[in-house]
Structure formats: C-alpha cells, structure tokens
T-cell receptor
Framework: AQKVTQAQTEISVVEKEDVTLDCVYE???????LFWYKQPPSGELVFLIR??????QNEISGRYSWNFQKSTSSFNFTITASQVVDSAVYFC???????????FGKGTLLTVNP | DAGITQSPRYKITETGRQVTLMCHQT?????MFWYRQDLGHGLRLIYY???????DKGEVPDGYVVSRSKTENFPLTLESATRSQTSVYFC??????????????FGPGTRLTVT
C-alpha cells in the first residue's frame, strides 16, 4: 500500500521568510515517482515537479527547491524568500511503479502574510 | 483551446437525479482520471482510464459510472446523486510511456452541490 504524509496541516509565515514543506512517503515499489502540486485559492491544481526514485539529485527552480532523500523516505519542498503569491495548499503525491494511481497527501496550507 | 477542460464548472442538483460531468483533453494523453476533493480527505481517485474503452475503479467508485468511447473525452456520471457526493471533482490526464511516469495535468474542477 502507498501512503503520503504531510504532517504540517497549516503554516503561516511572513513575506521573505524561507519555508519548508515536509513530505514523507511509504511504498513497497522499488521504482516510484514523487510529485508536488500547488492549489492556489482559485482552486486549480498546478503541477510543480516530478522526481523519479532512481534520481536522488536535488533540484532548484528559482525560489523553489526540492530535497529528495530515499534514506528517510522524504521529499521536502522549500520556498526561499516567500511571497504572498505563494499562498496556497501544496500537495505531495506518490505513484508506485506497479500501478498508475497517484496517492496524495492531505496537503499543507501555506499562508504568506505581507 | 488546448489543454484539459471540464464542464460545467458549477452544478447544483437534487438528490436522486442523474448528473454527468464532462472532461475533455486535447493532448491525446492515454490516461485520464477522475478525483474528488473533500475537506479532511484530500484528493481521492474515483475512476481512471488507460485508453479508450479501458476503465478501472479507483479508491471511491461507488455511485459513479464512467465511459471512454473517445481518447479525448472521459465523462463521469452520478447515476442517482446523493448529498455525500457534494464535492469538487477534478479530471486529470497524463502521458505514460514505458517506464517513465509522466505527471498528471488537472482540469479546473467542477463544484457539485447535491441538495
């Protein structure tokens, strides 16, 4: 069975602070894929990143960075110098190599205050 | 327009009525999915389809019917709507080839209220 845990239900920061969103996953598959999605107040789900289990390189994209650690089954997401527009619910998701279904975490509501 | 669209965006219906939510994608993606999003439950998979005429149940399929006669369309039907089906419904599609797992792209969602 697959499971994704986002222990932080809500986070509130002040603009320009750095913030890390945690994601811990469980899977029995040796090949799997991890994703982060953003859901702003407007409601759409926006794909941010995909990471394959065989690629443990961390990734940076502008103010966003992702830290994938297989040893701790974690795929954390950091926003540097947060902005009000980063306010959204962020979902971590997992797809095991043996099926095509995405398992989502419950999401973390990030509020960035001016 | 290119992408994935859903209609209607908002729907209010009465208990017991049949209602169909439409999903259309222009990418020729093989896979399509239906999710519902509820407070406290996050996103849960209802049904998915690997190709035209191939569908399979997800986590919460009861009370829903799907079909996929064409690659680009994946309608979701609530045969006899119940209040517990009040939710936001998202359609998604992805291109999955070989051992790679491509990301799912989501439609804008349909907010359904069953009274």
């Amino acid at each position: 069975a697959q499971k994704v845990t986002q222990a932080q239900t809500e986070i509130s920061v002040v603009e320009k602070e750095d913030v890390t969103l945690d994601c811990v996953y469980e899977t029995r598959d040796t090949t799997y894929y991890l994703f982060w999605y953003k859901q702003p107040p407007s409601g759409e789900l926006v794909f941010l990143i995909r990471r394959n289990s065989f690629d443990e390189q961390n990734e940076i994209s502008g103010r966003y960075s992702w830290n994938f650690q297989k040893s701790t089954s974690s795929f954390n997401f950091t926003i540097t110098a947060s902005q009000v527009v980063d306010s959204a619910v962020y979902f971590c998701a997992l797809r095991g190599g043996s099926n095509y279904k995405l398992t989502f975490g419950k999401g973390t509501l990030l509020t960035v205050n001016p | 327009d290119a992408g994935i669209t859903q209609s209607p965006r908002y729907k209010i219906t009465e208990t017991g009525r049949q209602v169909t939510l439409m999903c259309h994608q222009t990418w020729s993606h093989s896979y399509m999915f239906w999710y519902r999003q509820d407070l406290g439950h996050g996103l849960r998979l209802i049904y998915y389809s690997a190709a035209a005429d191939i569908t399979d149940k997800g986590e919460v399929p009861d009370g829903y019917v799907v079909s996929r006669s064409k690659t680009e369309n994946f309608p979701l039907t609530l045969e006899s709507a119940t209040r517990s089906q009040t939710s936001v419904y998202f359609c998604a599609s992805s291109l999955i080839a070989g051992i790679s797992s491509y990301e799912q792209y989501f439609g804008p969602g349909t907010r359904l209220t069953v009274t």
